[in-house]
């Protein structure tokens, strides 16, 4: 049974998720705060496994007390958040801080019925997690790669990555890695409507790639990395001698959309030998088997393993049905991926 605690100043939310959230047999609601001084005492007193916290509160902001609890008393944290641009900007700092997730907050136009699954989702995901003490001061170190010749010897060449809970610092810091003449990247990130667009954003200004989130029929090209919008699935197509994405509705697929599978086959079927696959950390299964179709179709496949993963339910169900060609750290997957591009 995994134990949650509410942390919201709004009584509607903490009352509906403390109705809806028991609904799943496996998680029991075992208190609720009305603001972080609240949910500190509840905190040691209850000893929960997870804590939804809102990040708009009296008394206390919901990052600064994501900080000090991340400091003080580590412990797996999903975000509600509303769906504005402010908001977002203040999630990605939640998700930098060591939050597991970030759910669209219930309320106004979305109601907890609409979104109680994803949230039960997400707390199972966080329960799962490996939560580290200052995890931005022990993130791991991004080593800048410079290969000048990837330009003009990779231009057919596609990187396609897929990450889920805990994905957004494992893609910051594959990103990262990889020099401004790197292959054109496609990208799928488990992550709310809104807030992809904050997320590249953000990785942009850090990153030698351009990072952007994806438009319909935006060319994939060398040294730019596109990163599937919320709640839009994302294909890869070919058109004569280029690549061009494709966004589309559909039902979700593994409860997601965007889909890691959906983005994977479309890439095994038309780029073929001329990719590679990486997952990374995160809950479920989605991505593997397109991994294991992108193996089958010649491309190479690399993926996370335990020891750097938040999450060990993607990775490890991808090395389970054979879809992995190398397990790597964290650290190591950039360089391994431009070494094996250099040499194909």
Same mark, same amino acid.
């Given at each position: 049974?995994?134990?949650?605690?509410?942390?919201?100043?709004?009584?509607?939310?903490?009352?509906?998720?403390?109705?809806?959230?028991?609904?799943?047999?496996?998680?029991?609601?075992?208190?609720?705060?009305?603001? &972080?001084?609240?949910?500190?005492?509840?905190?040691?007193?209850?000893?929960?496994?997870?804590?939804?916290?809102?990040?708009?509160?009296? +008394?206390?902001? /919901?990052? #600064?007390?994501?900080?000090?609890?991340?400091?003080?008393?580590? $412990?797996?944290?999903?975000?509600?958040?509303?769906?504005?641009?402010?908001? #977002?900007?203040?999630?990605?700092?939640?998700?930098?801080?060591?939050?597991?997730?970030?759910?669209?907050?219930?309320?106004?136009?979305?109601?907890?019925?609409?979104?109680?699954?994803?949230?039960?989702?997400?707390? +199972? /995901?966080?329960?799962?997690?490996?939560?580290?003490?200052?995890?931005?001061?022990?993130?791991?170190?991004?080593?800048?790669?410079? =290969?000048?010749?990837?330009?003009? %010897?990779?231009?057919?060449?596609?990187?396609?990555?897929?990450?889920?809970?805990?994905?957004?610092?494992?893609?910051?810091?594959?990103?990262? %890695? $990889?020099?401004?003449?790197?292959?054109?990247?496609?990208?799928?990130? =488990?992550?709310?409507?809104?807030?992809?667009? #904050?997320?590249?954003?953000?990785?942009?200004?850090?990153?030698?790639?351009?990072? +952007?989130?994806?438009?319909?029929?935006?060319?994939?090209? &060398?040294? @730019?990395?596109?990163?599937?919008?919320?709640?839009? =699935?994302?294909?890869?197509?070919?058109?004569?001698?280029?690549?061009?994405?494709?966004?589309?509705?559909?039902?979700?697929? !593994?409860?997601?959309?965007?889909?890691?599978?959906?983005?994977? +086959?479309?890439?095994?079927?038309?780029? /073929?030998?001329?990719?590679?696959?990486?997952?990374?950390?995160?809950?479920?299964?989605?991505?593997?088997?397109?991994?294991?179709?992108?193996?089958? %179709?010649?491309? !190479?496949?690399? @993926?996370?393993?335990?020891?750097? %993963?938040?999450?060990?339910?993607?990775?490890?169900?991808?090395?389970?049905?054979?879809?992995?060609?190398?397990?790597?750290?964290?650290?190591?997957? #950039?360089?391994?991926?431009?070494?094996?591009?250099?040499?194909?």
């Amino acid at each position: 049974m995994i134990k949650v605690l509410v942390v919201d100043d709004s009584a509607v939310v903490r009352k509906m998720m403390s109705c809806q959230l028991p609904k799943f047999k496996d998680i029991e609601v075992v208190g609720t705060a009305v603001d &972080p001084y609240a949910a500190r005492d509840k905190i040691v007193k209850l000893k929960p496994d997870v804590v939804t916290l809102d990040m708009e509160m009296p +008394r206390m902001d /919901g990052l #600064s007390f994501l900080a000090k609890l991340m400091k003080h008393y580590p $412990l797996p944290v999903v975000v509600l958040s509303s769906l504005t641009p402010e908001n #977002s900007e203040i999630a990605l700092k939640a998700l930098e801080l060591g939050a597991m997730d970030v759910i669209c907050k219930p309320g106004g136009a979305y109601s907890i019925k609409d979104v109680y699954k994803k949230v039960a989702r997400a707390i +199972r /995901g966080a329960a799962a997690a490996q939560v580290k003490k200052n995890p931005v001061a022990d993130a791991t170190p991004v080593v800048k790669l410079k =290969h000048s010749k990837l330009l003009t %010897s990779t231009t057919n060449k596609i990187i396609a990555i897929g990450a889920s809970t805990g994905g957004t610092k494992a893609i910051e810091v594959v990103l990262k %890695s $990889l020099p401004a003449t790197a292959p054109g990247t496609v990208i799928v990130q =488990h992550m709310p409507a809104n807030f992809t667009k #904050s997320f590249a954003q953000r990785l942009n200004e850090i990153c030698q790639v351009e990072v +952007r989130e994806a438009k319909d029929n935006d060319h994939v090209v &060398p040294g @730019v990395a596109l990163i599937a919008p919320g709640n839009f =699935h994302m294909l890869l197509v070919r058109s004569g001698g280029t690549y061009l994405v494709k966004l589309k509705n559909g039902p979700r697929v !593994h409860y997601q959309r965007p889909a890691v599978d959906v983005l994977f +086959r479309s890439v095994a079927k038309n780029a /073929g030998k001329n990719a590679v696959g990486v997952i990374l950390t995160g809950m479920g299964a989605d991505g593997a088997r397109g991994l294991f179709e992108m193996k089958n %179709s010649g491309a !190479h496949t690399f @993926v996370q393993n335990e020891e750097t %993963s938040v999450v060990f339910g993607m990775p490890k169900e991808a090395i389970r049905i054979g879809a992995a060609d190398k397990v790597l750290p964290l650290s190591g997957i #950039s360089q391994a991926v431009i070494n094996y591009l250099q040499k194909s």
